[in-house]
């Protein structure tokens, strides 16, 4: 590349259109965090079950998951539903839909470890005193165990965020999606994919620090309670 001429202007040029690819990907990877919310606790849930049956299922469901590369699942969820059970989803819900079965496998995992972690006895002292299993889960063990799971799902955001950026293969028109067809026509990848990694790079870096700061401010309270 010792020929090679910079050409950073082009950058500067395509802001509007990257700023847009910037907030759809964020829409993507907010909504398939918002799946894998709900998909990761019904499989905790499950996980935790005392019903055996109920227990394999939401352990096989949860390795299957988590098994499955996001650019194959991509694909299955786009085209082969609509193939196989002409259910037409847009190139968004798919990425989201995808992006939230990844999510909620890694989900369903952090919602198990954080209710696991509050002390059994808390769950006995509810029953004691007259609550139903579900009056004690809502009321004490979960409200206690969120201080362990928020730290955790931020992080599992994050690995959507770095997720998001290849739902572009299935026509979303995130940053990606515009650097691909920006540097196609101005022949600058380098410049375009380096701008796009930027700001990810300080997008990733900021949520992080959010989710530490958030986990040392849960963890004083926990210690003063």
């Known amino acids: 590349?010792?020929?090679?001429?910079?050409?950073?202007?082009?950058?500067?040029q395509s802001l509007p259109e990257l700023r847009?690819?910037?907030?759809?990907?964020?829409?993507?990877?907010?909504?398939?965090?918002?799946l894998a919310v709900v998909f990761g606790l019904l499989c905790a849930i499950g996980r935790l079950s005392q019903y055996g049956y109920l227990r394999k299922i939401s352990i096989v469901i949860i390795d299957f998951s988590r098994s499955i590369p996001l650019f194959v699942l991509l694909f299955w969820v786009y085209y082969g539903l609509s193939l196989k059970f002409s259910i037409n989803l847009t190139a968004f819900q798919a990425g989201a839909i995808a992006l939230?079965?990844?999510?909620?496998?890694?989900?369903?995992?952090?919602?198990?470890?954080?209710?696991?972690?509050?002390d059994f006895g808390q769950r006995e002292?509810?029953?004691?005193?007259g609550l139903t299993q579900a009056k004690a889960f809502n009321l004490v063990v979960f409200p206690q165990a969120i201080r362990?799971?928020?730290?955790?799902?931020?992080?599992?955001?994050v690995g959507l965020l770095k997720g998001a950026t290849i739902v572009s293969v299935i026509?979303?028109?995130?940053?990606?999606?515009v650097a691909q067809y920006v540097s196609l026509n101005s022949f600058t990848p380098f410049e375009m994919y380096s701008a796009v990694g930027v700001?990810?790079?300080?997008?990733?870096?900021?949520?992080?620090?959010l989710a530490y700061l958030l986990e040392m401010r849960l963890n004083r309270g926990r210690s003063r309670g």
């Open 1 to 12: 590349m010792d020929g090679y001429q910079y050409n950073w202007d082009v950058v500067w």
């Open 20 to 34: 847009q690819g910037l907030i759809i990907t964020l829409q993507v990877s907010i909504v398939g965090m918002a």
């Open 100 to 118: 939230g079965i990844t999510g909620g496998a890694y989900m369903a995992e952090v919602f198990r470890g954080g209710i696991n972690a509050v």
């Open 125 to 129: 002292a509810a029953l004691a005193i």
């Open 148 to 157: 362990i799971i928020i730290p955790q799902a931020v992080n599992v955001y």
């Open 171 to 177: 026509g979303v028109a995130d940053m990606i999606y």
């Open 199 to 209: 700001a990810f790079i300080a997008l990733t870096v900021s949520i992080a620090g």
